[in-house]
């Protein structure tokens, strides 16, 4: 765990972060809900707010003052040991409390989160809760940046966002295969520095040799499956995901248009021309797996990318695997409302590892372990194929 006046800065840093995210938005912006995995940007604000008014402020502050009681109602997500919530689909329709209301409340609960800690009532425990309050807001920091793409670039107009993030860069490699003794090797965060719960258990795990690429699949890869009628081929696909592409007439990635006989994608400086020569994004595990039948080659476990994972360049694409969300050995779900964070979603899911372009500085490691169902893509998801 890091240092009391060091976290404290970084608590500081992380509350500006996630306002400067937001600031090239107008405030109608902040209420659009598109679809119930897409929280307006204004719910992202107010929710990591109430986290650390809920876990730290009222349990461990004498005579602390709720900024208002019906917050924990509005800014809940999943915590059913903490009490009633808005359904999450739902969080569009909360015209109140307003944009301007909600930063009221950030500063109120900054500022009271700073003096707590200058009077010095820190303990282990307490700066444990301040610690995962913090790389929680990052993880909302991320999907503030997603969420706001969704709402941009399902808005009829293509308006852009801004120039600050890039998300197209290609990779200076030259692609090849690694290849990767058979062994055992271990498994998980290791050392003492901050990890989630699911990464713990450090474990043994054996790998048959294998090879994984260097690189990530590029755009211009992904286009020759779509015009060798990838989509339209049930070989490739699981039937789930067949069904998937025929249920919501899946023709290419999320956020690419045909126009004039040219591939264009809507990014974050709004629509494109699509480069082929950059990586991938925006895919479910789906079309992942899809491809990877296409190629004659497959994905890789979330293991053998954990073990490879220092030989290639990797933290521009949350990389889809082909392991399922399970717990490590000897998982133990934490006690109390922060046991609810990781382990009850251990079902249905699918590990990706990485990173990407819009994960927040000092939030990424090779042993983090995000997930999501295999039919998601509005995140920066991508494909590095193994054999």
């Known amino acids: 765990m890091v ?104 500063n109120y609960v900054t500022n009271a989160i700073s003096v707590f800690w200058q009077k010095g009532r820190i ?16 993880q909302h920091q991320e999907l503030l940046i997603t969420d706001i793409k969704f709402i941009l670039g399902h ?56 090879q994984i690429s260097n690189s990530l699949v590029t755009n211009g890869d992904y286009i020759d499956f779509i015009n060798d009628g990838g989509y339209s081929n049930f070989e490739y696909w699981h039937a789930e995901g067949l069904d998937w592409v025929k249920q919501h007439q899946v023709k290419a990635p999320m956020y690419w248009h ?54 290639f360049e990797w933290g521009k694409r949350w990389e889809w695997t082909e392991s399922a969300y399970l717990p490590y050995p000897n998982y133990k779900k934490p006690t109390g409302a922060l046991g609810e964070y990781n382990g009850k979603f251990m079902v249905s899911q699918k590990v990706l590892r990485g990173g990407s372009i819009a994960t927040p500085e000092k939030h990424t490691r090779n042993t983090y372990r995000n997930f999501f169902h295999p039919s998601q893509r509005w995140q920066f998801t991508g494909i590095r194929l193994a054999k």
Request: charged share 25%; hydrophobic share 35%.
């Open 3 to 106: 240092l009391t006046d060091t976290l404290l800065e970084l608590f500081l840093e992380t509350r500006s972060t996630s306002e400067q995210i937001c600031a090239p938005l107008e405030t109608e912006d902040y209420v659009v809900q598109p679809v119930a995995d897409v929280s307006p940007p204004k719910w992202h604000l107010g929710h990591t707010t109430w986290f650390f008014e809920e876990f730290i402020l009222k349990p461990y502050t004498p005579g602390y003052k709720l900024f208002d009681e019906s917050f924990s109602f509005v800014f809940n997500s999943y915590y059913e040991t903490v009490g009633k919530r808005v359904v999450r689909a739902n969080r569009g329709n909360l015209s109140r409390p307003s944009v301007t209301k909600i930063y009221e409340y950030r």
């Open 155 to 210: 808005n009829p107009l293509l308006p852009a966002y801004g120039n600050a993030i890039e998300a197209h860069e290609k990779e200076e490699t030259f692609p090849e295969f690694i290849t990767i003794e058979e062994g055992l090797y271990t498994i998980g965060h290791t050392d003492a520095s901050f990890c989630y719960d699911n990464e713990m258990g450090a474990h043994k795990v054996f790998v048959n040799e294998y």
């Open 258 to 311: 045909f126009i004039d006989d040219e591939w264009h994608h809507y990014t974050l400086s709004g629509l494109q021309k699509i480069d082929k020569e950059t990586p991938l994004t925006h895919i479910s595990y789906y079309e992942a797996f899809a491809f990877a039948q296409w190629k004659g080659l497959r994905l890789p476990t979330e293991f053998e990318w954990e073990i490879a994972s220092g030989l």
């Open 123 to 138: 303990d282990k425990e307490i700066a444990a809760v301040l610690e995962i309050g913090i790389h929680h807001e990052k």
